[in-house]
């Protein structure tokens, strides 16, 4: 009787240990879904911390108001929307200590509300903006509380790389997780796929026969090569072969050359350091949204500018 005692303990326990690992594994899961969006929500945050200061900055030095019902009216829409928007920041609060499947559901609605909330602010100011006194001031931040932030640059460029080749948004998506990570060489990461993203984009919308098929062209590598540079394939994949441009286009497709060069030898340079000493997460920061900020400018011009041979 012991003995089946015994084993039907014995049976228990490795039942409930079994089902303890699949809760565990489980629970572990959970955290890293946590983990990933905590990693989103964290520059997000600093960018609607800067533009709600922006706001206050104004409202508290604009100087007198006109009482008229019209900018009442602003005032009453701006001070409900504020309302609203810290009820939903003090949900969110609330909900961040939650291990529960609905993390990033919670996380995507709530970011998505939080994130209106400059520009509707922004909004009202404009509209009252005649009342203030220092016009310059004002202009000032409300230019800071519209900036789109580095996750409205990752968007847009998102929607492009649909368009073009799914595995490129991997890329992306892989920069930023890397960024955000806390894995000692997570700058090396970021800049090693950003890189590759500009790599992959240049070679697919400036391959190396049609750039070489340019009138006129010569390589500008230093190594006697004939294959042309980063900055040459960015050429191309804004203008292709049209040779229409005024000065001034021209001029700003030159600019954005330099830019790509710059952008691959700034992400050369983080790829290569082994620590990240003060004041260098600024700069990998600045520089990988700077490299969005190109992508996304040579993929306007390509729009506008952009010719090619029929075949």
Not at 271 to 297: E, H, P, S
């Amino acid at each position: 009787m012991k003995k089946k005692v015994n084993e039907k303990k014995r049976k228990d326990i490795i039942t409930n240990l079994s089902q303890t690992n699949i809760n565990l594994k489980e629970a572990r899961k959970k955290q890293d879904a946590m983990k990933r969006v905590l990693n989103d929500i964290t520059p997000i945050t600093e960018e609607l911390i800067q533009k709600n200061y922006a706001v206050i900055d104004v409202l508290r030095h604009g100087g007198a108001l006109n009482h008229n019902e019209y900018t009442r009216g602003t005032l009453n829409h701006m001070e409900t929307t504020a309302f609203s928007v810290n009820v939903q920041s003090n949900n969110f609060l609330n909900n961040m200590g939650k291990l529960s499947e609905n993390l990033i559901y919670i996380h995507e609605a709530q970011m998505s509300t939080l994130t209106s909330f400059g520009s509707t602010l922004s909004t009202g100011l404009i509209s009252i903006a005649p009342s203030f006194e220092n016009q310059a001031l004002i202009q000032e931040r409300i230019d800071d509380i519209n900036t789109p932030s580095f996750l409205d640059r990752k968007n847009e460029l998102i929607e492009i790389l649909m368009k073009i080749d799914q595995s490129f948004i991997e890329e992306l998506e892989g920069t930023w997780i890397a960024y955000h990570s806390q894995n000692p060489s997570n700058h090396v990461q970021a800049a090693s796929s950003m890189r590759k993203l500009v790599y992959n984009i240049l070679g697919k919308l400036g391959p190396e026969r049609k750039v070489q098929s340019v009138k006129g062209y010569i390589s500008e590598r230093n190594d006697g090569s004939e294959k042309p540079t980063w900055g040459q394939r960015a050429s191309y994949a804004m203008i292709g072969i049209n040779q229409n441009l005024t000065d001034e286009e021209m001029e700003l497709v030159l600019l954005r050359k330099k830019e790509v060069s710059k952008n691959i030898y700034d992400l050369n340079l983080i790829a290569k350091k082994r620590n990240v000493q003060k004041g260098l997460k600024d700069f990998i920061y600045k520089t990988l949204d700077d490299t969005q900020i190109t992508l996304l400018d040579i993929f306007q011009k390509r729009d506008l500018y952009f010719h090619e041979l029929k075949s």
